[in-house]
């Protein structure tokens, strides 16, 4: 377990639907994938992307984003961090270090 970092997608619409999704990096508990805010919790450091997907009223649907870069605590030992039965970084052992939302790109859907 680590810090816990919260993503909120704020579109200018009442969403139809929204679906979070971890895209790359390591492991990260995630709460609220299917709602405007994202409780995010990473098990060890890296770089995380997550995507928001929100559908408007219109069909449209529009995607963003975050940027999540996660530190190892100064001094804290290389690896797995789980030498000696540890169980890895500790729960105060994760510094967010970045979160950067990126732009976000728009498509429609198709009607068959």
Known sequence: ?????V???DPDFQPISVHWTQTTGPTAW???ARE?????????????VFEVEVEAPSGEIVTAAAHVVVLAP???????????GSGGYGPVGLILALLVACGS???????P
């Open 1 to 5: 377990p680590g810090e816990v970092v």
């Open 7 to 9: 993503l909120q997608a």
């Open 30 to 32: 995630l709460d609220g």
């Open 36 to 48: 405007l805010t994202l409780s995010v919790e990473p098990t060890e450091p890296g770089h995380c």
């Open 74 to 84: 100064a001094g804290a030992p290389r690896g797995c961090g789980c030498a000696g």
């Open 105 to 111: 790109r728009r498509r429609s859907l198709s009607s």
